[in-house]
C-alpha cells in the first residue's frame, strides 16, 4: 500500500510520534539480508536511500526498490528481507512510533509507503543532523532529534508531491504564496486561473491534485484559520474579523466558521474568567 502525500500528511500531522533510534547502514553488495523474517518488525520506520539500490519484500508480496531519490514510510509488524545489488546500499533510517496506542493500528501510519523524490542534500543534512542528536547524552537534544525527524518526513513528503506535480508545481506554489497574501481581497477560481493563463477547470484539477482540496475550498480554509487566529486573542468583534479576512457579511462568515471549525464564531475565542483583570 503505498498512500497519497495528502494523506499521510494529515495522518502524521493528527497523531504525536515517539523518535526512537537513528542510523546509517551500509549493506554489502548482492546479499539477502533476512533477519525479519522469522521475527517480524516491531517499529515504524523512515528509510531513506543514500547509494546503491536494494529490494525491500515485505511479507513476502510487496517489493519496492530503494535508491538515492527514493524512501520508504512505516512498515510495521511485518517479514522484511532485503536484497542488495552490485553496489551494495547504503541508507538513513530512523525509528519511529505512534504516541497513542491507538493510532498505532493506523495503516497511514503503519503500512508502507514508497516516495519519490530527487535526490536533496538537505535530506542528507537533516539525517545527519538526527544522527548527531540521537547519539548525545544531552537531555534537550531528543526534542532537537523529534524537531529534526519532522523536518525529515515534512521535507520527504514535500518532495513526493513536487515529483508528482513536477510540471506545475513553481505555478502551483506560486498560487498559494498569492493567496496568503491576498486572502483579504476577493479571490476567485476565475482570477487565479487566470493569473496563470489555465482554464478555471483545468487549474481546479491541478491545484486540488498538489494540495488535496479545490483552490476556492483552499482560500475559505485559510481564511477561517487566520480569523480563528484572530478571535482567540479576545480583541476584536466577530464582524471586525470577518472584515479583515475578505467577509464583509459577518452572518455568512459566521455559517462558514461553523460549518469548518464545529462552533459559531462567538464561542472561539477565551472563556470569560471570574478573576480575570478587567
Avoid at 552490485?86 to 493506523?106: I, K, S, T
Avoid at 509507503?113 to 543532523?129: I, K, N, T
Avoid at 479576545?234 to 462568515?253: E, I, K, L, M
Wanted: proline content about 8%.
Amino acid at each position: 500500500m503505498t498512500a497519497s502525500y495528502e494523506a499521510l500528511a494529515q495522518a502524521f500531522a493528527r497523531s504525536p510520534l515517539d523518535v526512537h533510534g537513528v542510523y546509517r547502514t551500509t549493506l554489502e553488495p548482492e546479499l539477502v539480508y533476512d533477519g525479519h523474517l522469522n521475527r517480524p518488525t516491531e517499529k515504524c520506520a523512515l528509510i531513506v536511500g543514500l547509494r546503491g539500490q536494494a529490494d525491500f519484500t515485505f511479507d513476502g508480496r510487496e517489493t519496492h526498490r530503494l535508491e538515492p531519490g527514493r524512501a520508504l514510510l512505516g512498515g510495521l509488524g511485518k517479514r522484511l528481507f532485503i536484497r542488495t545489488g552490485p553496489e551494495g546500499f547504503e541508507y538513513g533510517l530512523v525509528h519511529y512510533m505512534p504516541a497513542d496506542p491507538a493510532h498505532g493500528r493506523a495503516p497511514l501510519l503503519t503500512e508502507v509507503s514508497l516516495l519519490h523524490a530527487a535526490p536533496d542534500p538537505e535530506l542528507r543534512l537533516l539525517l545527519q543532523g538526527l544522527i548527531e542528536a540521537d547519539s548525545s547524552p544531552d537531555s534537550m537534544m531528543l526534542l532537537e532529534k523529534k524537531t529534526l525527524f519532522y523536518r525529515l518526513l515534512n521535507k520527504a513528503l514535500q518532495a513526493e508531491r513536487h515529483e508528482r506535480n513536477r510540471r506545475s508545481y513553481p505555478m502551483l506554489d506560486d498560487a498559494i504564496r498569492y493567496v496568503h497574501a491576498h486572502y483579504a481581497e476577493p479571490v476567485t477560481l476565475e482570477l487565479l486561473a487566470s493569473r496563470y493563463g489555465l482554464k478555471p477547470k483545468y487549474f481546479s484539477s491541478l491545484f486540488r491534485d498538489y494540495v488535496g482540496v479545490g483552490p476556492i475550498d483552499y482560500v475559505i480554509r485559510y481564511r477561517i484559520n487566520r480569523a480563528h487566529e484572530l478571535l482567540l486573542t479576545g480583541q476584536f468583534t466577530v464582524a471586525a474579523v470577518a472584515r479583515s479576512v475578505g467577509y464583509p457579511d459577518a452572518y455568512y462568515f459566521s455559517r462558514l466558521f461553523k460549518k469548518y471549525k464545529g462552533v459559531p464564531p462567538g464561542q472561539a475565542g477565551p472563556r470569560p474568567s471570574g478573576n480575570r483583570p478587567s
